[in-house]
């Protein structure tokens, strides 16, 4: 093994601007109900560290709706709920700490824009996603989902339709998507709804890749965006590695290697990336 490893980090990690609001959001929340439970149904964040210090704090995770009592506080995630959720909160009178990405909630308007138009929704992305299914609740009737180009193709030509874009999918697919749907759609609409913040983080992930032996890309497993940086790594034939801790880094990863690549999903907290550096380091010094 070479020591000394050498670390190159992009200069776009931790939180993105709209987790940093929703833990912002929440943190007011625990303190206007110290001593009382939140409850939130999911993940609000894709972040299995995050979640657990949640946890600590008095953040419960529930099924529904349905197991949160009148008087209570619910939290809707960062990536948005079907509205229905949030008039039945108000129905029972439960507290809401809404923590959606501000855009997402773009996002949620375009959709019902789309909707008074009376349009055809499409909606690309990935139709199991919590952004997609909170997205599909706006659109007023059932939206028309795609994630691939293939899918497009399979589709009926219409007449109008507007379209908007899960925020985290690839800027590259969804413009392969559109050119499709631009000839096979008379009236088509197209609201640009990636979010720009993490087109930045992909360039800069990409930029540090090509100049490393090996590239650590640090996130949840669930999170969407954190595993395309590490599927785009793969797809341009570098070497990368997906982690979620500095626990699962093994020093026989290091044989040959001299310059490491660091970057994280949206919704990796700044203390775990400062553990997955410490652990490198230890690495570096014990070669």
């Given at each position: 093994?070479?020591?000394?490893?050498?670390?190159l980090?992009?200069?776009?990690?931790?939180?993105?601007?709209?987790?940093?609001?929703?833990?912002?959001?929440?943190?007011?929340?625990?303190?206007?109900?110290?001593?009382k439970?939140?409850?939130?149904?999911?993940?609000?964040?894709?972040n299995?560290?995050?979640?657990e210090?949640?946890?600590?704090?008095g953040?419960?995770?529930?099924?529904?709706?349905?197991?949160?009592?009148?008087?209570?506080?619910?939290?809707?995630?960062?990536?948005?709920?079907?509205?229905?959720?949030?008039s039945r909160?108000r129905?029972?009178?439960i507290?809401?700490?809404?923590?959606t990405?501000?855009?997402?909630?773009?996002?949620?308007?375009?959709?019902?824009?789309?909707?008074?138009?009376?349009?055809?929704?499409?909606?690309?992305?990935?139709?199991d996603?919590?952004?997609?299914?909170?997205?599909?609740?706006?659109a007023?009737?059932?939206?028309l989902?795609?994630?691939?180009?293939?899918?497009?193709?399979?589709?009926?030509?219409l007449?109008?339709?507007?379209?908007?874009?899960?925020?985290?999918?690839s800027?590259k697919e969804s413009?392969?998507?559109?050119?499709?749907f631009?000839?096979r759609?008379?009236?088509?609409?197209?609201?640009?709804?990636?979010?720009?913040?993490t087109?930045?983080r992909?360039?800069a992930t990409?930029?540090?890749?090509?100049?490393?032996?090996?590239?650590l890309v640090?996130?949840?497993?669930g999170?969407?965006?954190?595993?395309r940086?590490?599927?785009?790594?793969l797809?341009n034939n570098?070497?990368?590695?997906?982690i979620?801790?500095?626990?699962?880094?093994e020093?026989?990863?290091?044989?040959?290697?001299?310059?490491?690549?660091?970057?994280t999903?949206?919704?990796?907290?700044d203390?775990?990336?400062?553990?997955v550096?410490?652990?490198?380091?230890?690495?570096?010094?014990?070669?």
């Open positions: 093994m070479k020591c000394k490893i050498e670390i980090e992009s200069p776009y990690t931790g939180y993105c601007f709209g987790v940093k609001r929703a833990m912002s959001l929440l943190e007011e929340g625990l303190n206007r109900n110290r001593g439970s939140v409850y939130a149904a999911g993940d609000i964040i894709h299995p560290q995050a979640i210090q949640l946890r600590f704090r953040v419960e995770s529930v099924d529904s709706l349905n197991d949160v009592k009148e008087g209570e506080t619910f939290v809707i995630r960062a990536h948005g709920v079907h509205p229905d959720i949030i909160a129905d029972k009178n507290e809401i700490i809404d923590t990405c501000p855009f997402v909630k773009r996002s949620q308007e375009y959709v019902k824009k789309l909707s008074r138009e009376n349009r055809e929704i499409i909606i690309i992305g990935d139709r996603h919590p952004e997609v299914k909170g997205l599909s609740g706006h007023g009737r059932k939206p989902i795609i994630g691939s180009l293939d899918e497009t193709r399979a589709l009926p030509k007449k109008k339709a507007g379209v908007v874009t899960q925020t985290t999918f800027a413009e392969r998507i559109v050119s499709e631009k000839s759609i008379e009236d088509l609409k197209v609201f640009n709804t990636i979010c720009k913040a087109v930045k992909r360039k990409m930029n540090i890749a090509e100049q490393v032996d090996l590239m640090v996130g949840g497993k999170s969407s965006n954190t595993r940086l590490h599927y785009m790594c797809d570098i070497l990368s590695k997906h979620e801790t500095a626990d699962e880094i020093e026989s990863w290091f044989s040959d290697i001299r310059r490491v690549g660091l970057t999903g949206t919704s990796t907290p203390w775990v990336l400062t553990e550096k410490d652990r490198l380091r230890e690495i570096s010094e014990d070669c």
